[in-house]
């Protein structure tokens, strides 16, 4: 991690790694995503445990994303504090980094995107730590659905409302809006497997589908944060406590220390599926009523 490299990140949001995930860190992945995808590893919310003649690609095909796939998997755990990630993050971050969530992306062909958003709409961190490291466990590119960035997007510190899209080369969740950039405004983010991108929480993001004729365009995904800052992430479910206390604590360490040991690590994440779309978003009504509660609270936040 150079100045050079740190200044990058800075001024664009986003970081490029090269060889951040050695070869054999690579394959104990992809054998880990063909084991989740067959129910091997225990129950995830959404899988269907493979018949044994079923083969590898019909099972991995059948899902876009795995949330939460290092709760099952100590592979998919030890990825979350490879040797770069650590060295990166804590520059960027500081020297106490938590971790709160995995993805495992596994967007075969023909599978959607994701619509442009900012991560930290959805994790809302009390510092603006929020930070990804997007792993490629296959090399990324155009035709395949690589991530595409609005360089120095997140410089603006705005969190932009979402609202329910309806476009079907993306996946369910929400897309951003009113932000001052256009689709020109983007570039393509290519690189091959074991490359890590890093990139800011408030900086805006969206993938395409994967429009290759075959293969798959699988990425790991995790985001960090400061541990010297709260978490107020409650996934929609009734806050408990005060405002200023709300703390999320299904967490796991990366690196330095926990100034918040004392409270302990709650078990509150489950594996699960992410929907795709391909089969419709469900009460598309109930999540547009959702979006607007969520941009409710965060204008709420910021007349406080």
Not at 223 to 251: C, F, N, Q, T, V
């Amino acid at each position: 991690m150079t100045p050079d490299k740190a200044q990058f990140y800075k001024d664009n949001g986003f970081l490029v790694i090269e060889d951040g995930a050695n070869p054999d860190v690579l394959h104990g992945l992809i054998r880990e995503t063909v084991a989740l995808c067959r129910g091997d590893r225990g129950p995830i919310k959404g899988v269907t445990p493979a018949d044994p003649n079923e083969s590898d690609d019909d099972v991995m095909r059948r899902y876009l994303c795995i949330h939460f796939p290092h709760k099952l998997s100590r592979v998919m755990y030890d990825a979350l504090s490879l040797p770069a990630i650590v060295e990166v993050l804590t520059r960027v971050i500081g020297p106490n980094v938590k971790c709160m969530q995995s993805m495992l992306f596994i967007k075969a062909s023909g599978k959607p995107g994701q619509a442009w958003h900012q991560d930290e709409f959805y994790i809302p961190t009390r510092d603006r730590s929020l930070t990804g490291a997007w792993i490629a466990m296959d090399d990324a590119t155009v035709e395949n659905g690589c991530l595409w960035v609005i360089p120095g997007s997140h410089k603006h510190g705005i969190l932009w409302p979402q609202h329910q899209q309806r476009d079907p080369r993306f996946d369910c969740a929400g897309e951003a809006t009113m932000f001052p950039y256009t689709d020109a405004d983007a570039v393509p983010v290519e690189v091959k497997a074991g490359s890590i991108v890093f990139f800011n929480g408030y900086l805006l993001h969206r993938s395409l589908p994967n429009y290759a004729r075959s293969g798959y365009r699988r990425a790991l995904v995790n985001h960090y944060m400061s541990a010297e800052s709260l978490l107020p992430w409650h996934w929609g479910d009734k806050p408990y406590g005060s405002i200023a206390g709300l703390d999320y604590r299904d967490i796991v360490m990366i690196a330095g220390v926990d100034p918040y040991a004392w409270k302990g690590i709650e078990e509150r994440a489950a594996a699960h599926v992410r929907p795709s779309g391909e089969g419709g978003c469900g009460n598309i009504e109930r999540n547009i009523e959702a979006l607007k509660f969520r941009n409710m609270m965060l204008l709420a936040e910021d007349h406080d």
